[in-house]
């Protein structure tokens, strides 16, 4: 069963993004930003804090949290106008009721997340050992420690006969096996498995391995002993030794390994609000969940019904909208951006506010999750966004109305992703939820960049979208791995993921092989490529040789590889190796996922950078090479926008 805070609330330290503040100013203060009175990547704004205790119509009282004393603000930057700007003071004054009024409207809007803290949004660890086998006699019989008695424990409980004999085989190898379930994972779905061989241990390699069916836990030490819990997941399935960008095999690496969407999750993992201390009570916690199941909906087991549950005075449950599932930090951001008491009438004035802060970058991003928050009757302010001059503007603007609905969005969404590479990762997860013409046609436009995680990211958005569509239909070839050729124009690229699934996407239609190489694709199988042909041969003990003659070319290759029963893992040492050779001219990237935590500057940074020192003639697209480097495991492609196929 899952855990609820019922006697604290959960910190999640794998999530830092969410953590709160100090226990003393923990969602408490929110400061005002007055728009128009700021300057790029300059905020004028100070923190002032007021209490106040409103009535709420339930009869009971929310212990208001400091709030800025935005009014008190504003009459100090009129003042500094009026003795700066001399003969323009009149002008000034005439202002001063309308931003006093606009500063009241701030002041008495109560949000939900001036009350409440994210719960469950770190990964959960779950680990053990497991056995290896069909190894290359590179296993070893492990040294007698607590991980091989844990091993043999699980073989005796499953009935292995003479575990001890097999486990000395050189055919096998002991590993310790980890994977997480994300926040948000449901029983069945599928996750990583990372495999590596414990230190002290004389394995040599782990290629053409098999991980057997281990039972995957939450492990702790308790007194000085290691304890499990229950099983959480399990893992199962082939190898795939890290491949390293040079196309080689180092000792190190292959020691370690992963089985891509090799675990499956055996529960469920909820997320929610946890209420901070000092505002704890049933009231408020049934008047937090009527709140946002007025705005949010889901369909739970057949029903439509609120995404909200309070579960106690101190915990809300929370399921997840499916145009959410793969960014639940914006949906968390949303639910806490919904106006829990907002004065009668004051809609209008709050969205004037919001309309005059979504104009000016500093506060752009907020505004436009309040705007989400508020849901149609933002639309229209998300709309005259838009139109901004300012690229970061327009970029947050789109972002929101796309997961409001609103199709228009996606031009501008598929021009953040091509020119802002910041904005890279939430416009692609943006556009993967826009499932109609519009969305498709902008991701389509994005197949033919120069940014492989551009490319990559498009495809995968359109795979979530209908993995059916005509543009992207792939194949099993023989279960070793699904395998997409894009008929689309721009540099041909080969991309192969490590993570999550076993897939190989090409990028063009022809992917020629040079003449003079000569490679292995795992042990029993050699590609030779003389002038115009390509020999695969196929060596094992005890069975006739066997060859085919193909032209040299990536996708027939590949598919006589499998025809010979290679591999996944077979395919990804042919690619290393041509790329090693320099005999395949095809760019080959692995895993180019655009994440947000991987260095990039953020979309405030890169547009004022630009707007500095890029002339208006030069072009805002980065250059090929830039994100070449792996940036992240499969299941967190966007991690702010965690994407999955539709299938």
């Known amino acids: 069963m899952p855990h609820h805070p019922l006697t604290a609330a959960e910190p999640s330290p794998d999530n830092r993004m969410f953590s709160p503040p100090a226990a003393s100013t923990r969602s408490a203060v929110r400061f005002f930003e007055p728009v128009g009175l700021a300057v790029r990547g300059k905020s004028l704004a100070r923190p002032f804090s007021t209490w106040a205790t409103p009535e709420t119509p339930e009869g009971f009282r929310i212990c208001r949290p400091p709030r800025p004393a935005v009014a008190d603000y504003f009459r100090c930057l009129l003042a500094v106008a009026l003795v700066t700007c001399g ?8 202002q001063s009721p309308e931003l006093e009024a606009l500063a009241a409207v701030e002041a008495a809007t109560q949000l939900v997340g001036d009350y409440t803290s994210p719960w469950g949004l770190g990964n959960q660890r779950i680990e053990r050992a497991a056995l290896v086998t069909g190894l290359a006699d590179t296993g070893c ?100 030794v890290d491949p390293v960008s040079s ?19 055996l529960t469920d993992r909820p997320i929610g609000l946890s209420i901070n201390p000092e505002h704890r009570s049933v009231g408020l916690s049934k008047r937090i969940g009527d709140c946002i199941n007025r705005r949010f909906h889901a369909m739970i ?57 979504l104009a000016d970058p500093v ?112 194949e099993s070839l023989d279960e070793a791995c699904q395998f997409h050729v894009l008929d689309v124009p721009g540099e041909p690229l080969i991309h ?60 027939p290759i590949l598919r006589a590889i499998v025809e010979f029963g290679g591999g996944y893992p077979d395919l990804v040492q042919f690619l290393q190796q041509a790329t090693a050779q320099r005999k395949l001219d095809s760019r080959l990237a692995f895993d180019a996922i655009p994440t947000e935590f991987d260095g990039r500057l953020s979309v405030h940074e890169e547009v004022a950078d630009r707007s500095r020192e890029i002339k208006p003639t030069e072009t805002a697209e980065p250059e090929a090479d830039q994100d070449d480097k792996p940036s992240g495991i499969w299941p967190t492609l966007f991690d702010t926008a965690r994407l999955e196929t539709g299938s």
Request: charged share 25%.
């Open 87 to 94: 003969c323009a003071g009149p002008a000034i004054r005439s």
């Open 141 to 240: 019989d492990p040294p007698p420690d607590p991980r091989r008695q844990m091993l043999l424990e699980e073989m005796q409980a499953r009935g292995v006969i003479e575990p001890n004999r097999l486990l000395a085989a050189q055919s096998t190898a002991l590993v310790w096996v980890s994977g997480n379930l994300h926040p948000g994972i449901r029983k069945g779905d599928h996750f990583d498995v990372l495999v590596e061989v414990p230190p002290g241990h004389d394995t040599t390699s782990l290629a053409g391995g098999y991980l057997m069916e281990t039972r995957l836990v939450e492990m702790a030490v308790l007194g000085n002993r290691i304890r499990d819990g229950h099983t959480l997941g399990l893992a199962e399935g082939p190898m795939l």
């Open 247 to 265: 196309g080689t095999l180092d000792s190190v690496a292959t020691l370690r390994g992963r089985v891509p969407g090799g675990g499956v999750a």
């Open 301 to 357: 087991r057949g029903v439509k019904r609120g995404v909200a549950t309070p579960k106690t005075d101190r915990f809300i449950e929370l399921e997840i909208p499916k145009v959410y599932r793969n960014n639940l930090a914006r949906y968390v951001s949303v639910v806490r951006s919904l106006p829990i008491a907002e004065p009668a009438g004051n809609r209008h004035a709050r969205l004037e506010l919001l309309a005059r802060q």
């Open 363 to 474: 506060t752009a991003p907020r505004a436009a999750l309040r705007l989400e928050a508020i849901g149609k009757e933002g639309i229209g302010v998300l709309r005259e966004g838009l139109e901004s001059k300012d690229a970061e503007v327009r970029f947050v603007a789109a972002e929101a109305l796309a997961y409001l609905g609103e199709s228009l969005a996606a031009p501008t969404l598929a021009e953040a992703a091509r020119d802002l590479r910041s904005a890279r990762p939430k416009a692609l997860a943006a556009l993967a939820i826009v499932d109609d013409a519009n969305g498709i046609d902008a991701l389509r436009s994005l197949l033919g960049s120069r940014s492989a995680e551009t490319r990559y990211g498009a495809f995968r958005g359109l795979a979530m979208i209908d993995p059916r569509l005509p543009d992207i239909r792939g």
């Open 496 to 555: 192969a993921t490590r993570a999550a699934r076993a897939e190989i996407v090409l990028f063009g239609t022809s992917h020629p092989i040079d003449d003079g190489l000569r490679v292995e694709a795992g042990p029993a199988i050699v590609v030779v490529v003389t002038g115009d042909e390509a020999t695969v041969s196929c060596f094992r003990p005890g069975e006739s040789d066997q060859q085919q003659i193909v032209v040299p070319q990536v996708e």
